[in-house]
């Protein structure tokens, strides 16, 4: 049974992974589309040989700074990766790439320009009250929440019902989300004042790491156009230069918005979730929200 591994960046879930993995014997699997590119080590924190404890990582630094990935695509990279190890143990702070891995993402079937003007031509032809009781006999939920005279809605209900044969509906409600059937899942959840400490210190890390450096190398590399069209976090600030600890300050300031942005998405969006706070709860109680104790 998988186990992931969530919450914003700075929080310590990587750790918390690690942990849960040597207790398993398992393998922690990056879900981090940023951490997954070569060259951006330090900025993305992407774990080093002393974080991973002599647990197996895999899926970390093995795409080029050429790819560009995609919710979708990385999604499928991960699951082959997730598969391919016994007790893995995924990790990462992606709203948007986990409804990716967890093949949560609303898929519409493309409507060609074709069908959308015979649809207008009908409702020019027929009224649009009529092509209303067409789309309530092939999908009454759909109707019931569209006005007979709304042209937009009901010619586009309509077209996508031809190009596709299902109930709009059905379509446009997305997906199943929330927690997959057959996964362990923990937030980890520090409180607000301790999010903000976490980040200000981890970014100080990572300069003191090299950041600004791996930031320069790049550029000189001939990877700034890489670097601008992935927009990592971080990386344009440090690229656009300026005093060290004026562009510092600019970063942590960045990083605790996205953190914020996580953490809200993770609270909204997964409330089912068990949250384990690392400043205040013990890893114990950790392992006994995923079922390991």
């Not at 990056?30 to 404890?53: F, K, M, V």
């Not at 003007?117 to 067409?134: E, I, K, M, S």
């Not at 600030?237 to 990083?255: C, D, S, Y």
Request: aromatic share 6%; charged share 20%; with cysteine.
């Amino acid at each position: 049974m998988p186990i992931a591994i969530l919450g914003p960046t700075a929080s310590g879930k990587s750790a918390v992974a690690v942990a849960v993995a040597r207790r398993l014997g398992g393998t922690v699997v990056n879900g981090d589309p940023y951490q997954a590119i070569a060259g951006l080590a330090i900025g993305t924190g992407q774990p080093d040989e002393a974080e991973r404890g002599g647990v197996p990582h895999v899926g970390y630094g093995d795409l080029p700074l050429s790819a560009r990935p995609n919710p979708a695509a990385f999604g499928a990279w991960v699951r082959e990766r997730l598969s391919a190890c016994r007790e893995p143990v995924l990790v990462t702070g992606s709203g948007l790439y986990l409804r990716g891995i967890w093949n949560q993402l609303s898929v519409m079937p493309e409507v060609p320009a074709a069908l959308v003007d015979r649809v207008r031509r009908w409702g020019a032809a027929l009224g649009v009250p009529a092509l209303h009781r067409y789309l309530a006999a092939v999908d009454p939920a759909r109707a019931a929440a569209l006005h007979p005279n709304d042209a937009a809605r009901v010619q586009r209900a309509l077209a996508l019902h031809l190009a596709s044969g299902r109930a709009p509906s059905k379509l446009l409600s997305g997906p199943e989300t929330g927690l997959p059937e057959g996964w362990r899942v923990l937030v980890v959840a520090p409180g607000r004042e301790r999010r903000r400490e976490r980040v200000a210190a981890r970014v100080a890390a990572q300069v003191e790491a090299g950041w600004p450096e791996e930031v320069r190398g790049l550029v000189a590399a001939g990877h700034a156009g890489d670097l601008a069209a992935l927009r990592p976090l971080g990386y344009a600030a440090w690229m656009a230069g300026g005093e060290a600890a004026a562009v510092q300050a600019a970063v942590i300031q960045e990083t605790q918005a996205y953190a914020k942005r996580q953490a809200t998405w993770f609270r909204n969006q997964l409330p089912e979730a068990p949250a384990w706070d690392p400043d205040t709860e013990p890893l114990e109680a950790a392992f006994t929200r995923l079922g390991l104790s």
